[in-house]
């Protein structure tokens, strides 16, 4: 009795389709390249417009909004673990809303924000991680710290 084998032409799409499967719904992989530890001083929020000219830009690529802006005076700590890790910074930003002002980011952040006034020193610590989900891989910054700095 001789099977009858599908062609390997219908095997291979397939098998990526289940491969890109397997991947989508593998776990996240997050590899930290930097931490980056500081005192910032506080420089007011501007908004921002993206001008990615996608076709979702600039009300809803999620790049335009609200950003708080924070100048580097001092590093505390510095770490660089990857290969690729940021350098130290001179200057900091945080997007805090959308285009339509809709709060963007951690709700936490955003209360220390409220209370800032221009000059006002910050403790600002951040990662630089290279993330991978869902099969795409890209670099992401996180805040892990703001708070009012205590006086001297």
């Known amino acids: 009795m001789n099977a009858v084998l599908p062609q390997p032409s219908i095997l291979t799409p397939l098998f990526a389709l289940l491969l890109s499967g ?3 719904h ?35 690529c999620g790049n335009s909004g609200e950003f708080a802006n924070f100048r580097i005076v001092e590093y505390l700590k510095y770490e660089k673990t990857g290969k690729y890790g940021d350098k130290k910074q001179k200057a900091k ?12 980011g951690e709700p936490k952040y ?5 209370t800032l006034k221009k000059g006002d020193r910050v403790r600002l610590d ?7 989900s869902k099969g795409s891989s890209y ?14």
């Open 22 to 24: 397997l991947a989508l």
């Open 26 to 60: 593998a776990k996240e992989k997050t590899e930290l390249l930097s931490a980056h530890s500081t005192i910032a001083v506080y420089e007011g929020i501007e908004f921002r417009t993206c001008r990615g000219r996608t076709a979702l830009c600039p009300k809803k």
């Open 93 to 104: 930003v945080m997007q805090v809303s959308d285009f339509f002002k809709n709060p963007k």
């Open 110 to 114: 955003h209360a220390v924000i409220k």
């Open 126 to 132: 951040w990662d630089h991680n290279y993330v991978t």
């Open 139 to 152: 670099p992401a910054r996180p805040i892990t710290r703001l708070e009012k700095a205590k006086a001297d």
